[in-house]
């Protein structure tokens, strides 16, 4: 089971306290009182692992190590350790109690979640001219406690949608060293599986339903993964009994659920071609060029057809790296 929202409360770590002692060393007198050890602070960590959530469907309440009390005999006391959560890549952290939001967006990213409490200061700190003799201290500061709501939103060069059914998870297991779950079923799966393609990250969204705007099925959890995709794969399947109806109620989902989707560069696959004969596949991708001009025919058993998909997936890859270096 896919966790993609979940609500968690952190805590950074106390502050210790700062001590009151005085030098036992026989002809060094005087205040000797460490200070206290920092709190831990709370950090989170985009990592490539799109079930990192999990950890937390249990795990709600988060806390990092309180900073240790400070010693005599000038001795401050430890720093709390430092607590790392690791988040998907993707992960939008929002704060419930106060206005923001943070954006995890590449593998090994860290941000700061909560600051750990300062630690008081000994005596030792306190010591002057005038008082030779401090007996004041500090109590350690607390650390930072929030609740944030961590939402998942896929970040992916491609994302594959369409009915379920059309052939997606088939595709990403042809293209990629992915292991998706494939059956010959008209429901939709329960989560997203992603792909590599070299540098490109591939994402099969599971099968969209109409209605799934308004919340039918699982329909509002996936189209929101589909809202970050940068390039979108529509596949319909040859066995459609309308591809011109199957292709609208996508897009109008996506429309229902924001319109900008729709500007989302897009190219159109009819899938299961083998399925076909010759002549009621050419009446087919008519059709389906009404829809989009550089719709194609894929099938996995036609070699060509899949050197036509690489052949896209190779030149959104070059514009992704020449983006890259230019920035």
Known sequence: MLIDNVIISIEAGNGGKGAVAFNTNVM?????????????????????????????????KIKAENGMDGRSQFRDGHDGKDLIIK?????????????????????????????????GKGNFQFRSSRNTTPKQFQPGLPGEQWQLRLELKLIADVGFVGLPNAGK???LNCLTNAKSKV?????????????????????????L?????????????????????????????????????DYKTIQKE????????????????????????????????KVMKTLNANASSLSLQDEESIKNIQKILNKIKDKKIKNHLNN
């Not at 059956?183 to 329960?190: M, V």
């Not at 989560?191 to 099968?207: F, Q, S, W």
């Open 183 to 207: 059956a010959n079923y008209p429901f939709t799966t329960l989560e997203p599986n992603l792909g590599v393609y070299y540098e490109l990250i591939l994402a099969d969204i599971p099968g």
């Open 254 to 285: 996506l429309e229902n659920y924001n319109p900008e989707l729709l500007e989302k560069p897009e190219y159109l696959f009819l899938t299961k071609t083998d399925l076909l004969d010759e002549a009621t596949l050419k009446k087919q991708m």
């Open 28 to 60: 060094s007198l005087g205040p000797a009182g460490g200070s206290g050890g920092r709190g831990g602070n709370v950090y989170a960590e985009g990592v490539s692992d799109l079930g990192a959530l999990n950890t937390f469907r249990f795990e709600k």
């Open 87 to 119: 988040v998907p890549v993707g992960t939008l952290v929002h704060n419930l109690q106060k206005e923001g939001e943070l954006t995890i967006e590449h593998i090994g990213e860290r941000v700061l979640l909560a600051q750990g409490g300062k630690g």
């Open 209 to 245: 339903i109409e209605g799934s705007s308004e919340g039918r099925g699982l329909g509002i959890k996936f189209l929101r993964h589909i809202e970050r995709t940068k390039t979108l794969f529509h596949f319909i399947s040859a066995e459609s009994e309308n591809v011109k109806k």
């Open 169 to 171: 998870s088939s595709m």
